[in-house]
């Protein structure tokens, strides 16, 4: 079992930055991929960003891509999520979740089978 907790959500101004963090415990993450989806009320969870197990391979959503950042540093057994540039339509609950794979970073919900409790993040105008 993994368990994941993110932080570092808050309040903050469209245009400002913020860093979210998610530590896992219960299990080393090093081989699994890991990746950000995020929620807003009465919509679907929405795939944000993913790593795989090589930090070199990334994924974004088109509508993030560009503004933030993925990263992951196995020692600490955390993964971040670097947000520049931020717009109200970013507001959301941010999850970061876990999931088994041979190397590569997907996309969909399905393959990931532990989550966070997840951090709000608003964003103002």
């Known amino acids: 079992q993994v368990q994941l907790v993110e932080s570092g959500g808050g309040l903050v101004q469209a245009g400002e930055s913020l860093r979210l963090s998610c530590t896992a415990s219960g299990r080393t993450v090093d081989l699994y991929q890991l990746a950000w989806f995020r929620q807003t009320p009465g919509k679907e969870r929405e795939f944000v960003a993913s790593?795989?197990?090589?930090?070199?391979?990334?994924k974004y959503s088109n509508s993030v891509k560009g503004r933030f950042t993925i990263s992951r540093d196995n020692i600490k057994n955390t993964l971040y999520l670097q947000m520049n540039n931020l717009k109200p339509e970013d507001t959301a609950v941010y999850y970061c979740?876990?999931?088994?794979?041979?190397?590569?970073?997907?996309?969909?919900?399905?393959?990931?089978?532990?989550w966070g409790p997840g951090t709000q993040v608003t964003i103002s105008s």
């Open positions: 790593i795989g197990r090589i930090t070199t391979i990334t």
């Open positions: 979740a876990a999931g088994p794979t041979f190397g590569g970073a997907s996309t969909g919900a399905a393959a990931f089978d532990y």
